[in-house]
């Protein structure tokens, strides 16, 4: 059985959610800030880079074609 919380650490357990929910928040948007402008055509085969790309991943210069080729080739995803 579980006992009781007091006030006290349900205000402690909420405002440590609360700190890390900003800080989440606060990392995404720094991330934004700094990463470098998405290319409009790919790097590789300068084909266009479709603007919901270039908005979900910040700083992108390939086509999702050509950046999954070159992560298979370097052995990543």
């Known amino acids: ?3 009781p919380r007091d ?3 349900v205000a402690a357990d909420y405002q440590a959610r609360h700190n890390a ?3 989440a928040d606060h990392r995404a948007k720094m991330a934004e800030q700094t990463a470098a402008p998405s290319l409009e055509i ?3 085969c ?4 479709p603007a919901e790309r270039r908005k ?3 700083g992108c210069t390939r086509c999702v074609a050509c950046q999954s080729l070159l992560e298979r080739l370097k ?3």
């Not at 300068?46 to 880079?49: A, L, S, T, V």
Request: one cysteine or more; glycine letters at 14%; proline letters at 5%.
């Open 75 to 77: 052995g990543g995803m």
């Open 42 to 44: 790919c790097e590789d």
């Open 56 to 58: 979900k991943q910040p």
């Open 7 to 9: 006030e006290g650490e």
């Open 1 to 3: 059985m579980h006992e």
């Open 46 to 49: 300068e084909d266009d880079i």
């Open 21 to 23: 929910a900003a800080l």
